[in-house]
């Protein structure tokens, strides 16, 4: 049975938020098709924001867009893992828009949802192996 959110679970856990910054750190500039990325909690809290030096400046989102990204994010995760009894776990979500692709990556291990925007070119696939491997090789 869950419990129901109190205040203290507003709160985010500054271990998870060093944590989602290390994460962050070590995927941001991994494969140069990487233009941005956000870390999120379990309630859909972005605990961090990163990005490359190749996303140019007018195509930041604002404070308020990565908020409601984040819990947009979290939720998206939340509805694909109810296919889990079929399907298995789910390991990522790709969106596809007419300029980039959005690759939400579902990090169990750590209990956090990756979201990346990367360039419609790249291999959606071949990046999120690329962050597999790059974390379970750094621990």
């Known amino acids: 049975m869950s419990k129901p959110r109190t205040e203290k679970a507003q709160e985010v856990d500054p271990v998870q938020a060093m944590l989602a910054e290390r994460l962050s750190r070590t995927v941001i500039d991994c494969d140069p098709a990487i233009l941005s990325l956000m870390v999120v909690d379990n309630f859909g809290r972005v605990l961090t924001v990163a ?12 404070p308020e867009q ?17 296919a889990n009894p079929i399907a298995g776990a789910t390991e990522a979500i790709i969106g596809v828009f007419k300029n980039q692709k959005i690759l939400l990556v579902n990090l169990q291990e750590y209990n956090v949802v990756m979201g990346l925007r990367i360039a419609r070119s790249a291999s959606s696939e071949y990046v999120c192996e690329k962050i597999r491997s790059l974390l379970a090789s750094s621990g």
């Open 51 to 62: 990005r490359s030096s190749r996303l140019p400046a007018e195509e930041n989102a604002t």
């Open 66 to 82: 990565v908020k409601v990204f984040g819990t947009i994010a979290k939720m998206m995760i939340g509805a694909a893992n109810q």
